[in-house]
């Protein structure tokens, strides 16, 4: 029976425009399809979260640029701590999955990598 699962994410921008922000953004949406076997069907919602200082573009947008015309999208805005990592983009996937928890494969890009580290 399928499970509504979360399958997180992370990347850094490489800098506060749109054409940055929604090409790493869907660089991180093609890998976390790909590495869990998603099908876009499948996929309940997606919630995007941006630090404070990326606001040239909405992350969100890149997955309808993927043509991702039918899922749900929800945009927040991070928490400004002090000394975060700056122009991160975050991706909480919601999907309907076979796959039990321990199977899921979550892919943080770049320098977000050491976010798993805490």
Same mark, same amino acid.
């Given at each position: 029976?399928?499970?509504?699962?979360?399958?997180?994410?992370?990347?850094?921008?490489?800098?506060? %425009?749109?054409? &940055?922000?929604?090409?790493? %953004?869907?660089?991180?949406?093609?890998?976390?399809?790909?590495?869990?076997?998603?099908?876009?069907?499948?996929?309940?919602?997606?919630? =995007?979260?941006? %630090? /404070?200082?990326?606001?040239?573009? =909405? /992350?969100?947008?890149?997955?309808?640029?993927?043509?991702?015309?039918?899922?749900?999208? =929800?945009?927040?805005?991070?928490?400004?701590?002090?000394? &975060?990592? /700056?122009?991160?983009?975050?991706?909480?996937?919601?999907?309907?999955?076979?796959?039990?928890?321990?199977?899921?494969?979550? =892919?943080?890009?770049?320098? %977000?990598?050491?976010?798993?580290?805490?």
């Amino acid at each position: 029976m399928a499970a509504v699962r979360g399958i997180r994410g992370a990347v850094a921008a490489e800098a506060n %425009t749109a054409e &940055a922000i929604l090409s790493a %953004t869907r660089e991180l949406l093609q890998q976390m399809i790909s590495g869990n076997d998603v099908k876009i069907a499948d996929i309940a919602a997606i919630h =995007f979260s941006a %630090t /404070p200082d990326l606001n040239a573009a =909405f /992350p969100a947008r890149a997955a309808r640029q993927l043509g991702w015309d039918t899922v749900p999208l =929800f945009g927040h805005l991070e928490m400004d701590v002090p000394g &975060a990592l /700056p122009r991160c983009i975050r991706v909480l996937m919601l999907v309907n999955t076979e796959l039990p928890q321990e199977k899921i494969k979550h =892919f943080y890009l770049g320098e %977000t990598r050491r976010l798993r580290e805490n």
